[in-house]
Nanobody, 114 residues
Framework: QVQLVESGGGLVQPGGSLRLSCAAS????????MGWYRQAPGKQRELVAV???????NYADFVKGRFTISRDNAKNTGYLQMNSLNAEDTAIYYC????????WGQGTQVTVSS
């Protein structure tokens, strides 16, 4: 059974940082590209960042210079380091693992508020 479990979300003040984790099981994680997406209330889910199986990365313009995606294949875990957070970053953050099939995690809430 494939599982992706996100963690690390929470409430943070503007300008603060959070590190999200996505722990994968049931797949050969190193073969999969991994992406982070987010969905704010009333908005469509959007891509935040993606990292390929060879660690090539790509970011949405609105997070460039603030967020960093990474992976540790030995731990079957992907990460999203988020710095300089602002209210517009408030959303549920989801990870997705893609090889021949795409799998989604259940999401973790990130709230940026003073």
């Amino acid at each position: 059974q494939v599982q992706l479990v996100e963690s690390g979300g929470g409430l943070v003040q503007p300008g603060g940082s959070l590190r999200l984790s996505c722990a994968a099981s049931g797949i050969i994680f190193s073969r999969y590209a991994m992406g982070w997406y987010r969905q704010a209330p009333g908005k469509q889910r959007e891509l935040v960042a993606v990292i390929s199986s060879t660690s090539f990365t790509n970011y949405a313009d609105f997070v460039k210079g603030r967020f960093t995606i990474s992976r540790d294949n030995a731990k079957n875990t992907g990460y999203l380091q988020m710095n300089s957070l602002n209210a517009e970053d408030t959303a549920i953050y989801y990870c997705r693992a893609t090889f021949a099939t795409a799998y989604w995690g259940q999401g973790t809430q990130v709230t940026v508020s003073s």
